[in-house]
């Protein structure tokens, strides 16, 4: 038998090194559901309990991997289900391609069943690359560019494949007139600024004497880099939410997130500072960031589309983050006067304490910062960690010290609520070896974090390393908005919209043959934990908090947050005037501070 377009489609992806697709059947993709199954699953086929979840899969895949995320759905609906995860992708620069089904070409135009308009459908989301494999010839181009242009440029492209061409006999390009060869093989360089840039630069954080950095996900990688950097110029840095694992919260002068979920550190970092250096982010909330004309600032990225943006910025580097610091380097004078450092740590170790004393603070039931305390010394030395958005993005931002080779991520600019448990499904598939660990709240498990449970149990057994823990913060309350509505109008909760219907999280998983574990005291945190980190098996542990404990601002002052120690009493007017004032500027932001 001739392979097929699909047959073909499939062994280039697998020339490609694609040895995972993500997806959910259906017939308009009926000839690579064929070809799959000619070519004994090769690559694996991995199906979600919805299309929205394949793609969150992908970009999860494609975070902890480094390596391309490839999803797939049937034409219509399945295609339009994509999206959120796609824009997820597309906003945290992260490679993700979309293999999608279309109606036959002959039905095309004429209003027939699921006929959607892809190329519109997909028109932002993948406006890089997002083409129409119409005749056979053009596969293999259509295919390697799609990949190419996703990886180098780090955003989401879309392949439509006609139902009926998928079923076609595969005729490779001629070498004749209109048609359009290809080759798999992609080579990458790092580019680094010229020397006189550099001089520039150098130049400016020279002449500076309270210098602060500010990393994001761009400077993964380069955490010999910036270390040195920050000694030698006797900086604090502070992490974007997307660059949390790009350096280790052991060192005293990091003085952790930046935005509102940031640190009170991060905070006088900004407003102290005379000097500014950005390595690898594009943190859009400028007014965290120093007042314009009260500090110089330079900025570095490897992108040169995202230069410039955020900040009046002197120098403009573009270039990889390592080279590009590893060249900077040599032009740098220590800074021989290191009282600015000497305070930071200071306050940096302050901090710790006070979240120390904050997740012990009496709450009821469970205080939702003890769950991250306790978690954050038993972090293993390689985890993967992951949050939802909503209040559990607060305490990972605050309470989580990384540490060794930890990794996490999130939603950083999309902000979407669901992609917490299918990130580490498909860290999980990417055969990393590493325990993974999603914190979520309850409104996000229940939006679709239950039916990917079920995928779980599907292929657990599968997987390198079994440890898998989902952490679900149980207070029946949507409670990043209700904290939200409380400031805008003295509304104390619109139960209609807020209150979430009960659910036993713990048995469910129990359940599909997953560990389940509730945790209702706070005295059964810590062993929750540790039960869960040393399963044999994916692990639920439903923590009962409660949704009175308020997310300070970073902003506010040091008295401020030593009464935030109180114990939780609703309506203590101190502690509602501390929150009004983060969660006021919560909605002027109109989404958390995040950033990449």
Known sequence: MADTVADVMLARLREWGVDHVFGYAGDGINGLLSAWQRAGDQPRFVQARHEEMAAFEAVGYAKFTGRVGVCTATSGPGAIHLLNGLYDAKLDHVPVVAIVGQTARSAMGGNYQQEVDLHTLF????????????????????????????????????????????????????????????????????????????????????????????????????????????????????????????????????????????????YELMTGCDTLLVIGSNFPYSQFLPEYGKARAVQIDVDPTMIGLRYPFEVNLVGDSAETLRRLLPMLEPKTDRSWRDDLERKVARWWEVMERRAHTSADPVNPELVFHELSSRLPHNAIVTADSGSAANWYARHLRFRGDIRGSLSGTLASMGPGVPYVIGAKFGRLGRPCIALVGDGAMQMNGINELITIAKYWQDWDDPRLVVAVLHNNDLNQVTWELRAMGGSPQFLPSQELPDFPYAGYARSLGLGGILAAKPEEVAPAWEEALAADRPCVVEFLTDPAVPPIPPHATWDQLEKSLESIVRGDSDRIDVIKEGVKSKLQEFLPGRGA
């Open 123 to 266: 028109q932002d989301v993948a406006s890089d690359y997002c083409e129409t494999v119409m005749v056979p010839e053009q596969l293999p181009n259509l295919l390697d560019r799609a990949i190419r242009i996703a990886v180098s440029r780090r955003t989401v492209t879309a392949l439509v494949i006609p139902s009926d061409v998928q079923e076609l006999e595969y005729t490779a390009p001629g070498h004749e007139f209109k048609m359009v060869p290809s080759s798999l093989d992609l080579t990458w360089s790092a580019p680094v600024p010229g020397d006189a840039d550099l001089r520039r630069a150098a130049d400016v954080l020279n002449a500076g004497e309270k210098v602060a950095i500010l990393i994001g996900q761009g400077a993964r990688g380069a955490g010999e880099e910036v270390t040195a950097v920050a000694e030698v110029l006797g900086a604090g840095v502070a992490k974007a939410l997307l660059g949390k694992d790009v350096l280790s919260d052991e060192h005293a002068w990091v003085t952790g997130s930046i935005g509102l979920l940031g640190t009170r550190p991060s």
